[in-house]
């Protein structure tokens, strides 16, 4: 769906397939969580973090990272790709904490993808939701220089900072990268 937001299609097939698979992921996530012990209504409750992070921390161990991280990144996509959505959007704290339970026990956690999330999080958020593009910038940048090889992190450095930021210098460095380690695999 990438291809598409860069050409701001509004209706798109692929957004709407990765809309319905982040949602199937998301209501596994749910019912991988109501397993454990930890209802919709927790996961939802806009008052009770607290009480959310209590029930993280005594019905999940570290058994549980692996799902809980994948969950919170399903949800976060499920959001990402509809920002117009407020309800949506109200959730992203409680996917913000999810993942501080994930990373806070390993932030190497996944080959380093905390800090891809962290990245994107600062970087894709509007300043008057709290996103911080300088933040959010220096995380990519130093997630790449200790994983330069990683490619997903330089797609979604030029997705969320270089493009929403026309850095035109920036962009033809780490597109050369992607374009160089392409090649390789042709």
């Not at 409750?45 to 921390?57: G, P, S, V, Y």
């Not at 900072?161 to 026309?166: A, Q």
């Amino acid at each position: 769906a990438l291809e598409d937001q860069i050409k701001d299609k509004e209706s798109s097939i692929s957004k709407q397939k990765a809309i319905l698979h982040y949602t199937k992921a998301y209501d596994y996530g749910v019912l991988y969580m109501k397993e454990k012990g930890i209802s919709e209504e927790n996961l939802n409750d806009r008052e009770a973090k607290k009480n959310l992070l209590q029930k993280l921390n005594s019905n999940l161990d570290e058994e549980d990272m692996l799902a809980t991280f994948y969950f919170a990144q399903a949800w976060g996509g499920l959001i990402n790709l509809q920002r117009t959505n407020v309800g949506l959007m109200s959730k992203l704290g409680t996917i913000k904490l999810l993942m501080d339970w994930v990373c806070g026990k390993n932030s190497e956690f996944e080959f380093g993808s905390c800090h891809l999330f962290y990245a994107v999080y600062e970087a894709g958020r509007p300043a008057m939701l709290g996103g911080d593009l300088q933040k959010g910038k220096d995380i990519f940048e130093k997630y790449i220089e200790n994983s330069p090889l990683n490619l997903l992190a330089r797609v979604s450095f030029i997705q969320y900072y270089i493009i929403p930021t026309m850095d035109e210098v920036l962009y033809a460095k780490h597109a050369q990268v992607l374009k160089k380690e392409l090649a390789l695999w042709e």
